[in-house]
């Protein structure tokens, strides 16, 4: 079982920064691939970015250069540091975590990234 508790997210102006924290606890952090989801109103939810287990990373066309996916797994805590933000990068982001070997996956609460002068 894994709990995953995001937070960062917040109202920032086109082009802004924001990071967000993904903390987890309860396994056995470093066996699980990471990733970043998010979902905008009306919109199914996509996968932002992704880290595994040993520290590949991989990202949807559309952040590619202004997002940055990391862990830390000392801290059992992910991290997205999101640059020169724009209004469609608005929407909630939820934290994952996938266990490759059973596919089992679980899932935050969210967070709400508003971009908007």
């Known amino acids: 079982q894994v709990q995953l508790v995001e937070s960062g997210g917040g109202l920032v102006h086109p082009g802004g920064s924001l990071r967000l924290s993904c903390a987890a606890s309860?396994?056995?952090?470093?066996?699980?691939?990471m990733g970043w989801y998010r979902q905008a109103p009306g919109k199914q939810r996509e996968l932002v970015a992704l880290?595994?287990?040993?520290?590949?990373?991989n990202y949807v066309d559309s952040v590619k250069g202004r997002f940055t996916i990391s862990r830390d797994n000392a801290k059992n805590t992910m991290y997205l540091q999101m640059n020169s933000l724009k209004p469609e990068d608005t929407a909630v982001y939820y934290c994952n975590a996938l266990r490759v070997a059973t596919l089992v996956q679980y899932w935050g609460q969210g967070t709400q990234v508003t971009v908007s002068s």
């Open positions: 309860g396994s056995i952090f470093s066996r699980y691939a």
């Open positions: 880290i595994t287990s040993g520290g590949i990373t």
